[in-house]
């Protein structure tokens, strides 16, 4: 279960900066804090005011441990154009809490627990609680790809609901949804003209923020032949980043060995990556899952496009390559240059 969402008043200790050292960002006390939001990139505070709960203006960056403004500015955010500036006239109830918890109720505010409890994945449980069976829960695992894949699709993606809004207010989560009903009859992915770089999306499509690895994943070759978020990922938790299953090479050798059908197609793997054994550059997400997907400030999370984003694209679309991510000491063209030399590689698709 994803532990996101922490009352402090409960856990104290979830607060990660020490709060009593001053700071022009924080015009806020520990008292005044209702809910923390995160702790692995980012930690966010949330005051409530009524019964709803409401951003505060500052947010810690776990990587480079300093403050930062916190304010989704207009024109970024579709919905911006339909709230106030403030952060105080922004609430997380039809904002955020559709996806930190399970089965908000949008009359009453309620839910019956914060976070991604069960029922979020598995669907409505009170049956199979007092019955367990099989039959009376919604096993991901059990569902047809497109139907599995959008049990992780509904949260981890940018879109809005089909419609909206909805008794006067507007959403950004798919209200009305559980596991078991039909992801496309309540929510539709944000829309990329192929050229356009936006707030979302690279000119290519690539996502250009956090939380769009569903956006990313159906545009993938992977997810046309029936590859599941589950197939790499446990929800449940592992002792692996980003709860993957296996170490993240291990796992994607699996099915993508040497002379593998699925690719590559070179006798080893260091020859399809032109790198050392146990460097980054001979991992597989180093070159097929960049980070390049912004979540605050210099801190990236991974593509999930699977796709190799080439230097000529940086070139023609200003979509980051993987090459200039770690020789960001070379020159314009030095990467196009060199896969070129590469014989297991059409320069057609890589040079040009």
Known sequence: MANVVTDPRVHPEVILPDLSKPNPLVTFKKEDIAFVYGSKWKQRYFQKAGDDYFPLGAQWDV?????????????????????????????????????????YDIRSKGVTEWNVGCEKCHGPGAEHASRPSRTN???????????????????????????????GTYYDWPVGFQVGLDLKNFWQLEEHRLGEQTFTHFA?????KNRMQGNDFVTSVMYTRGVTCFSCHDVHGTANDADLLKPANVLCLECHGPKSPN???????????????????????????????????????????FRFVTPSDTETLKVPNPCAGCHADKPPGWARDTLKTWPQFSPWRVGN
């Open 204 to 208: 290519d499509g690539t996502a250009h």
């Open 137 to 167: 829960i919604v096993n991901p695992a059990m569902l047809d790809a497109i139907q599995g894949n959008n049990v992780c699709i509904q949260c981890h993606s940018q879109g809005r609901p089909l419609k909206n809004p909805i008794e």
């Open 63 to 103: 990587t480079h441990q300093v403050w930062r403004a916190y304010n989704v500015a207009k024109g970024t955010d579709w919905w911006t154009a339909f709230y106030p500036p403030e952060n105080s006239q922004r609430p997380t109830g039809p904002l955020c809490d559709g996806c930190h918890s399970v089965n």
């Open 263 to 305: 690719g590559p197609r070179t006798a080893t793997i260091e020859e399809h990556t032109h790198h050392k054994p146990g460097s980054p550059g001979n991992e597989c997400i180093a070159c097929h899952m960049p980070k390049i997907e912004q979540t605050i400030a210099d801190v990236n999370v991974r593509a999930h496009t």
